[in-house]
């Protein structure tokens, strides 16, 4: 069975249980189904051609450096201003592959002469960020366009990284990592509420959720990163005790969403995800990497259930490199982990097994 047949069941099964009073529209459900599938899947293409785009920007930055446009700042900054301007009216204007290949590539090269234009008038580093934040802030409710709100939101996200950095409050990253893991949780949990509220926030609700996988694992990565985030590994446990009361949470949602009411069962996986994330206390980067896994596993989505995978073994391989065991402890923690992990998936694969029968 197809996903929009599957659409066409639910809304089936939704009528007989509600009875006479539900009514719903569902031609214009199928349709906007059918129209945002159609815009998921050309998002691999659009992000290809944009990538192409940039190239191509680049290669346009180049020849207007050969022209000696940096030896005007005035003119290096109006240019960036301007191209910022051109590539918002496009993507706002035209709905077609080609203009968000263009108005991004723009977008993007504008930022880079704004940045670089700002730089030569000797201006804070911390004010540079600053604009640039606003810039991407203005751009994002002004367009909803997918991938310029994508490329927007990790601007934004960046902006805040850069100023922990700028001014040396290291310890901020997990005020940052927080903050980030709340939001996440909330945007993922509160999906239909979200779809079903204003019509903006359903066109920017799938670059939000994708950028903010991608914002929490850049302050992830800031936490094995010691070269760039001067970070004490006592205080790691501020991230990850947030990140695992968030997850035990997730745990007690998907339990409800298993239909699991047997008070034996429900303080078996309580305790068992406890012991699981309890050796996570001092490596955030993976209770960090669990948390999209289990958000992505809850919602189907499989782009972030991808990333958070792939992130999970990256970390779980770097912490393993990081620490000062020897080779046989650290044999032991692997096998042992591993051994965890594997039950716990014999536990949710035999449960959603039993509710498919069902």
Not at 100 to 120: H, N
Not at 135 to 161: D, K, M, R, T
Not at 226 to 251: A, P, R
């Amino acid at each position: 069975m197809g996903k929009l047949e599957d659409i066409q069941q639910h809304i089936k099964n939704i009528k007989s249980l509600e009875g006479s009073s539900f009514q719903c529209d569902e031609p214009a459900i199928l349709e906007e189904y059918q129209k945002r599938g159609g815009e998921k899947s050309n998002f691999i293409i659009k992000a290809l051609s944009i990538f192409g785009g940039i190239l191509a920007s680049l290669a346009f930055l180049g020849f207007l450096l050969i022209l000696g446009l940096y030896e005007s700042e005035a003119a290096i900054l109006l240019v960036g201003i301007g191209l910022i301007i051109i590539s918002v009216f496009l993507t706002k204007k035209y709905d077609a592959l080609i203009m968000d290949t263009i108005g991004i590539s723009l977008y993007m090269l504008g930022l880079v002469l704004f940045i670089f234009g700002l730089f030569t008038f000797d201006i804070n580093e911390d004010v540079v960020t600053l604009l640039v934040m606003a810039v991407a802030l203005c751009s994002l409710f002004i367009v909803q366009n997918p991938i310029l709100s994508f490329f927007a939101l990790l601007i934004i996200s960046g902006g805040f990284l850069t100023l922990i950095v700028s001014n040396d409050v290291y310890s901020l990253v997990h005020l940052y990592i927080n903050l980030h893991a709340f939001a996440l949780t909330y945007v993922f949990l509160n999906e239909s509420s979200i779809l079903t509220s204003d019509l903006k926030l359903v066109k920017l609700y799938d670059p939000l959720r994708i950028a903010l996988v991608f914002s929490l694992l850049f302050g992830l990565v800031a936490t094995i990163k010691q070269e760039f985030f001067f970070l004490s590994k006592n205080h790691f446990w501020i991230s990850s005790l947030v990140i695992i009361l968030i997850l035990m949470y997730v745990v007690h949602s998907l339990l409800k969403t298993f239909e699991v009411s047997t008070l034996k069962t429900k303080i078996g996986v309580y305790l068992f995800s406890a012991l699981t994330l309890l050796p996570t206390l001092f490596a955030p980067a993976i209770s960090g990497a669990l948390l999209i896994v289990l958000l992505s596993f809850k919602v189907n989505y499989k782009t972030g259930l991808s990333i958070g995978i792939i992130s999970l073994v990256y970390f779980v391989i770097q912490y393993y490199y990081d620490l000062n065991f020897t080779l046989l402890t650290k044999s032991i923690i692997l096998f042992s982990s591993g051994l965890v992990f594997l039950l716990f998936y014999i536990f949710l694969t035999k449960k959603l097994n039993s509710n498919e029968k069902v």
